[in-house]
């Protein structure tokens, strides 16, 4: 079972940025074609349920973005690197909590950031906002 890595996690302070990388694993199965899928990222905050905060089209064309992040965080993705981005700007406190990225290879069904069209995650990885 393939999963995606998370990294770029941290302790930030109100306002400041973080970029988290998505990346694929050299052990994915073959069968596995990063440029295919979709990505979603998800946050969890401590105590509360997953939630999709974004969503990026595997050829970049489309994005969306939760209410709550939307002009603060931004994605991307480098097909040829089989990695994803998630830039997060300005961030608040409420921003706090375990990031996910997950892979969707069934394309536009994913682009409302629902977990369950979500096929392959990543481990997660923790981001603190505070001073």
């Known amino acids: 079972q393939l999963q995606l890595v998370e990294s770029g996690g941290g302790l930030v302070r109100p306002g400041e940025s973080l970029t988290l990388s998505c990346t694929v694993p050299s052990t994915a199965p073959s069968g596995f074609i990063f440029e295919k899928n979709a990505i979603g990222w998800f946050h969890q905050a401590p105590g509360k349920e997953r939630e999709g905060v974004a969503f990026i089209s595997n050829e970049s064309n489309v994005r969306n973005f939760a209410e709550s992040v939307k002009g603060r965080f931004t994605t991307s993705r480098d097909n040829a690197k089989k990695v994803a981005y998630l830039t997060m700007s300005s961030l608040k406190p409420e921003d706090s909590g375990v990031y996910y990225c997950?892979?969707?290879?069934?394309?536009?069904?994913?682009?409302?950031?629902?977990?369950?069209?979500?096929?392959?995650w990543g481990q997660g990885t923790q981001v603190t906002v505070s001073s």
């Open positions: 997950a892979a969707c290879p069934y394309g536009m069904s994913c682009y409302l950031i629902r977990r369950t069209n979500y096929d392959y």
